[in-house]
C-alpha cells in the first residue's frame, strides 16, 4: 500500500470533499478520485461515498482513517528521528500537557530544552487523559504529561509519575463560595468542569460520589487553562483544580482555596509514551529533562519540611 494513497484519502476526508482534497495537495480532482478508486480496490471495501454536497465515510472508511492517520504520523516521526540520529537537529517534538503541568513544569522544562537544542521546534498541545491517548493512539504527540482518571494498558503505555499534586476547589477572592467548608454547600455552585473529553470532569465526579452526593452539573467545560483561570477571575464560579494555582504570584492575588473539611485527594501526574513506538531521539532529550526537573522540585519540596 503506497503511503501517496493514504496520504489522498486523508486530505480528502480532512477538506470534506474531492475538490478540497485536491486543492490541498495541489493535484487535479480525476487524480485525486482515481488515487482513491486505487485504495479501495487494495482494500477490497468502500471507503466513502460521493455526492455533489462532498463525502461521507462508510463504515470501513471511519475504521480506516483510525490506521491511516496512525501510519502517516509514525512515517513523519521516522523520518525525523533519522534527520535527528543524522545530526539535522531542526526537526519538530510534539507533545501534550495537562494545563496543571504548564505552570511550573514546562516551562521550565523547555527553558532547558530550548537552551541544549536551539534548532528543534516544540508543538505542545493541551488536554487531559481522553485527549492524550487518543493523540498517542494515532501517533501525533511524542508523549503526554496528564493525570490518570482510569488505568491504562501496561501493554500498550509506558507511565512514570512525575510528581504527586495536592488537588483543592478553587474560587475567586469575591466569591460567595469563599468560606464554603462542605462539599453540599457546592452542590448547586456553578461549577467549570475541566475538559477531558467528557462534559463532567472525572475528577470532579470521583470526589463528589466519594462524599455520597450527586455531581454537580457544569455551567461551562473549559478545555484551556487560560480560560479557566479567566472566568474564575471574573465570575462567580468555582473548579477543582491543583492547589499550587493559588500559590503562583501572578494568581495568588485573584484565587483562593475553598476551606473544604471533606478532604480533596491528590493525584500524581504522569510521563506517558507508547511502548510500541519509541521516543525519536529530541524527544527522548525533552522526556528526560522533564522527568530531571520534575524530580529536582520533588527533592527541593522535601527540603522544605
Known amino acids: 500500500m503506497k503511503l501517496e494513497l493514504i496520504e489522498a484519502f486523508i486530505a480528502v476526508v480532512d477538506g470534506g470533499s474531492i475538490r ?5 495537495l495541489n493535484r487535479s480532482q480525476p487524480g485525486l478520485s482515481k488515487k482513491i478508486r486505487a485504495l479501495e480496490a487494495e482494500l477490497g471495501v468502500p471507503l466513502m461515498v460521493r455526492s455533489a454536497q462532498g463525502i461521507e465515510l462508510t463504515r470501513y472508511g471511519e475504521h480506516f482513517l483510525v490506521r491511516a492517520r496512525t501510519i502517516v504520523n509514525e512515517t513523519e516521526r ?3 528521528e533519522m534527520d535527528q540520529l543524522r545530526g539535522a537537529l531542526d526537526s519538530v517534538v510534539r507533545i501534550s500537557v495537562a494545563p496543571a503541568s504548564t ?6 522544562t523547555v527553558r532547558l530544552f530550548q537552551h541544549q537544542f536551539p534548532a528543534t521546534r516544540l508543538e505542545i498541545y493541551e488536554g487531559l487523559q481522553a485527549v492524550a491517548v487518543e493523540q498517542l493512539r494515532s501517533g501525533q504527540i511524542d508523549f503526554a504529561v ?5 488505568p491504562l494498558p501496561a501493554s500498550e503505555f509506558s507511565i512514570e509519575v512525575l510528581e504527586t499534586m495536592p488537588m483543592a476547589v478553587v474560587t475567586n477572592a469575591q466569591s460567595r463560595f469563599a468560606a464554603c467548608t462542605t462539599l453540599t454547600e457546592l452542590e448547586q455552585a456553578n461549577w467549570i468542569h475541566i475538559g477531558a473529553g467528557a462534559s463532567l470532569s472525572p475528577l470532579v465526579v470521583k470526589v463528589f460520589e466519594a462524599a455520597g452526593l450527586s455531581t454537580p452539573t457544569p455551567t461551562m467545560e473549559c478545555f484551556s487553562l487560560t480560560s479557566t483561570l479567566g472566568f474564575l477571575f471574573a465570575a462567580d464560579a468555582v473548579a477543582l483544580l491543583p492547589a499550587k494555582l493559588t500559590q503562583v504570584p501572578q494568581y495568588a492575588d485573584h484565587l483562593i482555596q475553598v476551606p473544604i473539611a471533606q ?5 500524581p501526574l504522569y510521563i506517558i509514551h507508547r511502548k510500541d513506538s519509541p521516543m525519536t531521539l529530541m524527544a527522548g532529550h525533552l522526556a528526560t529533562i522533564l522527568t530531571r526537573v520534575a524530580h529536582n522540585k520533588l527533592r527541593l519540596a522535601e527540603l522544605e519540611l
Open 103 to 108: 505552570v511550573d513544569l514546562i516551562p521550565q
Open 146 to 150: 496528564c493525570p490518570l482518571w482510569e
Open 20 to 24: 478540497a482534497g485536491a486543492k490541498q
Open 263 to 267: 478532604g480533596i485527594p491528590s493525584y
Open 78 to 80: 521516522a523520518r525525523a
